[in-house]
Every structure is written in C-alpha cells, then in structure tokens.
C-alpha cells in the first residue's frame, strides 16, 4: 500500500496556532508528514504559542511529537538546506503541500520560482509537477505586489487561501476560530473533518 505523505511549511507570518492545530489533525489523516520551518517561523511560534524549537532537526521533531501528542514517526522535520529531501525532487516529493502561515515573502519567493531555501523548492516542484498546493497567508492590509503575486499563483493552479475565518458558526472561543480556518484547509485537501459546523447545517443559515 502506498504511503499516504504531505508536506506541511510553516513560515513566519502571524498564526502559528493555525500550524499547530493543522500538523495535530494531518497526523490524524497521513502517513508520514514532512514539516519544514523557516527560522522566522520558530521565533513566531514561541512568542504565539509558546513552543521553544530546537535547532537540530532530530530534537525539534522529538518537541513537536511531544508538544502535540504525536506517534513516533509521523513527522520528519527537515534543514532548510537538505536538498537531498523527498520533498526536494519531483519523482519523489508528495502531490500535496501546505504553506500555513505562509508569509508575503515566501509567496514572493515561490511566485518568482526562487527555490533558494527547501520551503521555496518544495512548493516549486509541487507546482510543476502539477499537485495540489496551499497558501495560508496572513497579512493586512495587501499591497498590489501581494495581490500580483498571489494572482500569479492562482492562475497557475495554486489555491490561495487568506487566514481569515468566518463567523457564522458564532465562535465562542480563539480556538473555535483556528479550527475554522484549519476546517476549511482540510475540506480542500479532501482530509474528513468536523472541527467547524457548516453553513446552513443546523442553524437558520442558508
């Protein structure tokens, strides 16, 4: 049976709640998850959430384990730099992957085709191996450049989706509005779900 794999990239945009909840229902779903992190993104991570990652690949997958109650193996953390990664090369890499936050300067970086860092080559060969990819910026006000970029992506099959939840399952709670945003990430990657009510279902809506 084929592994079932995803990438997930974190970067250091604002929303590392989002991440955190989005990598703890993914391990629910997939076989194996490739997490990479941008050195922005642990320093968002610790001052949103409070995690402190190491450096080391070995002991930042061992915290992330630990912190979201993850089994062994789920995750592989990996260097921004080790390009000799699955996720570095299009026979091998998963047909889907993640940006969650995904920061204006990665989506530059991958609208222009950079591939400097693995993050940037890994959306690259997704993108040109025709998968499914995933951005979850978090950014306002957009500036035109912001919009050129993503526009640009969007024409080339990327799915461009603003961390911006809704409000009509009435949250009660910050954690009512990341599982929203996580929700809707999930019904796009075609991953079950019942972290949010949906409109019209069980209420007056619709």
């Given at each position: 049976?084929t592994?079932r794999?995803?990438?997930?990239?974190?970067t250091?945009a604002?929303?590392a709640?989002y991440?955190?909840?989005?990598?703890?229902?993914l391990?629910s779903?997939?076989d194996?998850?490739?997490?990479l992190?941008?050195p922005?993104?642990?320093?968002?991570?610790?001052t949103?959430s409070?995690?402190k990652?190491?450096e080391?690949t070995?002991?930042?997958?061992l915290k992330?384990?630990q912190?979201l109650?993850?089994?062994d193996n789920k995750?592989?953390?990996?260097a921004?730099?080790n390009w000799?990664?699955?996720?570095?090369s299009?026979?091998?890499?998963?047909k889907q992957?993640?940006v969650?936050?995904?920061s204006t300067g990665?989506?530059?970086?991958?609208?222009?085709?950079?591939?400097?860092?693995?993050?940037?080559?890994a959306a690259?060969?997704v993108?040109k191996e025709k998968?499914?990819?995933?951005?979850?910026?978090r950014e306002?006000?957009?500036s035109?450049?912001?919009?050129?970029?993503?526009l640009?992506?969007a024409?080339?099959?990327?799915?461009?989706m603003p961390?911006?939840p809704?409000?009509?399952?009435?949250?009660?709670?910050?954690?009512?509005?990341?599982?929203?945003?996580v929700?809707?990430?999930?019904?796009?990657?075609?991953?079950?779900?019942a972290?949010?009510?949906?409109?019209g279902?069980g209420?007056?809506?619709?």
């Amino acid at each position: 049976m084929t592994e079932r794999a995803i990438t997930l990239a974190i970067t250091g945009a604002s929303g590392a709640p989002y991440a955190l909840r989005l990598l703890q229902c993914l391990a629910s779903h997939y076989d194996k998850i490739y997490v990479l992190l941008s050195p922005p993104a642990r320093v968002v991570l610790a001052t949103e959430s409070g995690l402190k990652l190491p450096e080391a690949t070995r002991e930042c997958q061992l915290k992330l384990q630990q912190h979201l109650q993850l089994p062994d193996n789920k995750i592989e953390v990996l260097a921004r730099d080790n390009w000799f990664s699955a996720v570095a090369s299009g026979s091998s890499a998963p047909k889907q992957m993640v940006v969650c936050p995904c920061s204006t300067g990665t989506l530059s970086a991958i609208a222009v085709g950079a591939s400097d860092n693995l993050i940037e080559r890994a959306a690259d060969v997704v993108i040109k191996e025709k998968g499914q990819l995933i951005l979850v910026p978090r950014e306002t006000p957009f500036s035109a450049i912001h919009l050129e970029n993503m526009l640009k992506l969007a024409q080339l099959g990327v799915t461009i989706m603003p961390a911006a939840p809704g409000f009509y399952h009435t949250p009660k709670s910050v954690d009512d509005l990341v599982d929203f945003m996580v929700a809707r990430i999930l019904d796009h990657l075609g991953v079950p779900q019942a972290l949010a009510p949906r409109w019209g279902y069980g209420g007056e809506q619709g």
